[in-house]
T-cell receptor, first 112, second 120 residues
Framework: DAKTTQPPSMDCAEGRAANLPCNHS???????VYWYRQIHSQGPQYIIH???NNETNEMASLIITEDRKSSTLILPHATLRDTAVYYCIVRPPSGSARQLTFGSGTQLTVLP | DGGITQSPKYLFRKEGQNVTLSCEQNLNHDAMYWYRQDPGQGLRLIYY???????QKGDIAEGYSVSREKKESFPLTVTSAQKNPTAFYLC???????????????????FGAGTRLSVL
């Protein structure tokens, strides 16, 4: 799987947009970008994924740069319950990759 | 509601004892996984199963065993051979396992709430 780089921590004011960056400069053409988050002492939660186009669902938006070397997860109106560690993962749709490789992620703290 | 149920939430193991962690899913997913997470660390794969009656070792299978007799169930046994079992155990499932063509959505892994195992 391509390596990803994320800032170790970020703060965001409640009600504001949280923009979490991820660098994946070695991404291959068929690799997807996935975002998960893990709230303390809970199982990881899938948020969103994308290949080339920007994506939006009820939880977040994913912006992927045209060269696909980086992406940004956007939580449009952060709440206190969004405080978690956010993981950016890059992996192909098929092949030998079985497990999710979680890096160190970004600890997002939403402040009241 | 569809999802993955892990039980118990907390489990204590005595010296020399085998314990079994339950994982049930009603998502009709073919693939299921067991991960271990130590404090401040990422997830490490213990075992995974792509289909009923089949399972494969992950990176840290020693001291663990699994079975997959039913599509919806993938129990994990922590045996007495696992000398450092204290950890947070996570079960996950996906529509199909990687290695099969199908695109990004079919490889999304959905997780249970976890079981925290401690040694007495």
């Amino acid at each position: 799987d391509a390596k990803t780089t994320q800032p170790p921590s970020m703060d965001c004011a409640e009600g504001r947009a949280a923009n979490l960056p991820c660098n994946h400069s070695t991404i291959s053409g068929n690799e997807y970008v996935y975002w998960y988050r893990q709230i303390h002492s809970q199982g990881p939660q899938y948020i969103i994924h994308g290949l080339k186009n920007n994506e939006t669902n009820e939880m977040a938006s994913l912006i992927i740069t045209e060269d696909r070397k980086s992406s940004t997860l956007i939580l449009p109106h952060a709440t206190l319950r969004d405080t978690a560690v956010y993981y950016c993962i890059v992996r192909p749709p098929s092949g030998s990759a079985r497990q999710l490789t979680f890096g160190s992620g970004t600890q997002l703290t939403v402040l009241p | 509601d569809g999802g993955i149920t892990q039980s118990p939430k907390y489990l204590f193991r005595k010296e020399g004892q085998n314990v079994t962690l339950s994982c049930e899913q009603n998502l009709n997913h073919d693939a299921m996984y067991w991960y271990r997470q130590d404090p401040g660390q990422g997830l490490r794969l213990i075992y995974y199963s792509q289909i009923v009656n089949d399972f494969q070792k992950g990176d840290i299978a020693e001291g663990y065993s699994v079975s997959r007799e039913k599509k919806e169930s993938f129990p994990l046994t922590v045996t007495s051979a696992q000398k450092n079992p204290t950890a947070f155990y996570l079960c996950a499932s996906s529509i199909q396992a990687p290695g099969l063509a199908g695109g990004g959505a079919k490889n999304i892994q959905y997780f249970g709430a976890g079981t925290r195992l401690s040694v007495l």
